[in-house]
């Protein structure tokens, strides 16, 4: 990999702290569509002619565009390179998400919403592939478990901001963007761009294999399953404790909030335990998390719901990590960034897919209450622990 390459801008060092926070702070942006959901009830004032759905697809509808550019990421990389990229895709996204600021057409704000998840969707992939482009090794499982954290910190930080904002004035929430330009200021000074480092890596690899391979795309398929049982629980978690009577939605959205923070924990920590685990921290993960969530969905005591719900969140938030660090080390390079990108597509549909995937389920077992949804939810993180334990005995003992 590279140790020390330089560009314009003078010499550049891999190793240096600065680099590195560098290469995280674009996972800052990953998730900013997000970042008006406060706004929404200030929306629903401006906008009383427009259905309440219309009105919170302003959150929703950048995935739609984010999807297609995650794909496109790869294409663009070809024709202007790495950094050009995640450039323009900052820009995009700093422009169409500050410029509602400046109109009072609900149509017009709808686009805007569609080219912000453009932009997001240009430079997500390579906020990840960028880590692998630069590091290996621990460094690179480090990181990519930071890169989870700081993506979950971001869009904590941008829903503060944005909330603050509205105080002001409703449309002063869109100014959030804003903070998108001090990232590419020093994106574009610190970041050097990596193809040309990387040329001789790649003639090496020439020869590999073009095509993802079926290991690389059992990893995506695996990472569609996992966001869906986490997003199951974090849906279905307001309604919960509303059966059981745990206080009012503002104890739910307590919980929530502690639970990201359990998930940013892990995300530091990520990096030591795969070096120390390795293949089993999966499994137990998957395990750990699974048992946490049927415990939550039988609990009758609000303390016990939520250290349970604190607790899952914070084991299965390294499950994300390791399919990521494994996507990355079994790519060929000419294919990291399409892989990457892949792996953002299927965390995207997942969202879309999660209400009428559990729904569904409960629809077939006849019962679609939230205990039952979430207790399903706990059952499959458990089910696919144990069909990755089962596959990790079986390759021992063909190796033996």
Known sequence: MLKNSSNKLGTF??????????????????????????MLPILLKQFPQLPQSTIESLVTI?????????????????????????????????????MPFFLKSFVLIFFCRLFLGAGIGLFTPLAISLISMFFTGKDRAVLL?????????????????SGSLISIKWNWGFLVYLLALPILLIFTKVVPEPSAGLTAQ???????????????LRYILLCFFTFLIIWAVQIKLPELFMEKNFGNAQSASLVLSIMNLGGLLAGLLFGRLFIYWRE??????????????ILLSFSQQFIVSAIAAVLFNFVYSFTGPYIITKVNELSPPQQLILATALISVSMTLSQFATPFFWNGLGALVNNQTAESIIFLAGLSAV??????????????????
Do not use: M
Not at 23 to 38: E, F, K, N, Q, V
Not at 383 to 400: A, C, H, S
């Open 13 to 38: 060092n891999e190793n240096r702290v600065t680099f590195k926070a560098v290469l995280l702070s674009i996972s800052l942006l990953t998730g900013s569509a997000t970042a008006i959901t406060g």
């Open 62 to 98: 950048p995935s739609l565009t984010t999807c297609i550019f995650s794909l496109l990421s790869n294409q663009t990389t070809k024709k202007i390179g790495v950094k050009r990229t995640v450039q323009l895709g900052i820009v995009i996204a700093t422009s169409a998400g500050i």
């Open 145 to 161: 478990g930071y890169q989870v954290g700081i993506s979950a910190l971001g869009n904590s930080a941008l829903l503060l901001v």
């Open 202 to 216: 790649k003639k090496a690899d020439a020869t590999s294999n073009k095509r993802l391979s079926n290991s690389v």
């Open 280 to 293: 089993r921290l999966l499994p137990i993960s998957y395990l750990a998390a699974g048992a946490l969530v």
């Open 383 to 400: 089910l696919i622990g144990v069909i990755l334990i089962l596959k990790l005995k079986i390759g021992r003992n063909k190796k033996n």
